[in-house]
């Protein structure tokens, strides 16, 4: 088994302070602008359309957002909320058929940018605001710097294990990856595919080279293996499994807020980064609506908005955390399990996706 090791942030993201989240002296892009124009011109478009994963931008959030953008800039956002794996197919399809709808895809690296990348079918988000200096927890370009094609649209910093507390006793529950190899928690633990899209492949992408492969096959003989991400969190919320990992977030700490008898347990190797981004689609049907909304997403005022009504850690670290339960918020320097940054090329992607499946399909 690999030496297990939990990284602290800056690892990650060496660099990441510049502006454009290119180091070693790289020079920086050329922001689009000038916006005043961009602008003008979205508000001739009137309308945009974004597609997103059910874990990346609460309903909560699309309707903060939707009413903001009409007001402030005159237009109708339309969200389209899928399946994260039923994504890339979508624009796939409409990229072929020339029959454009989508402006923005919210969604993982794994199941969707590695599609669409490679066709051609995303392009470089060169908001102005995200190359502003100095406010960055996490840079949104640390993933894939020199493309800039995929940004990070939250910091999700994940607990990793979410337990029944009627089923496991104070003390008792899991603290660490060891404990999970346990017999006792054989065919009790729930997870998500761990090669699709969704909570289970971006918690594998985070875990398998800290962990070990040698963990992993032990690991595959202790878990059920569910489909949804919502089934990562149900099964353990009725009663059925007392540990999940990688349970999908939002519906988590929504069961947690209303007092279910569920709660998470942060490892003692820390929690895992997860994978979120956001993708402008090629061929937009309103290139400028979506400039202008990225440039206001990744603007503090943006931020105000999307990550509280979102639940999530943003990326900018001038955006307090006062929204999420206190053992829940970031500190600087706090250890998690991530991939490493060549683990986000569309290569590695696929090669960790055919060893999940070799490990963890039965």
Known sequence: M?????????????????????????????????????????????????????????????????????????????????????????????QRTKQYVTDIAMSGIAGNYTELQPRGYVVPILAPSTLEKGVWRLDPATAVPKARDWLFINMPVRPSFFINTTMVRPGEEPKSYKDLLD???????????????????????????TLGLDYMKALSKQVVLVVNVNDSVDPVLRGQYPVSIAASPERARRVIQEGAPVRYVYPKEGGHLSVQGIEMVANAPHPNAAKLFFDWLYSKEGQSVYAPKTLAISVRKDIPQDYIPPDERYTEGQPFLMPTPEDFSVEKNKEITRIAEEIFKK
Do not use: C
């Open 2 to 94: 690999s030496q297990w090791l939990v990284y602290p942030l800056v690892i990650l993201v060496t660099g990441s302070m510049l502006p454009t989240g290119l180091a070693g002296g790289a020079s920086a892009p050329a922001p689009w602008g000038p916006m005043n124009q961009i602008e003008a011109a979205a508000r001739k478009e009137g309308r945009l359309s974004v597609y997103s994963g059910p874990g990346h931008i609460s309903e909560e959030a699309q309707q903060e957002i939707s009413k903001i953008f009409k007001d402030k800039y005159g237009i109708a956002i339309d969200w389209t909320t899928m399946s994260a794996r039923d994504i890339a197919p979508r624009v796939i399809a409409e």
């Open 183 to 209: 017999p006792k928690w054989t065919g009790k633990i729930v997870l998500q595919y761990p090669w699709s899209g969704g909570t289970g492949s971006g918690w594998f992408r985070a875990a398998y080279r």
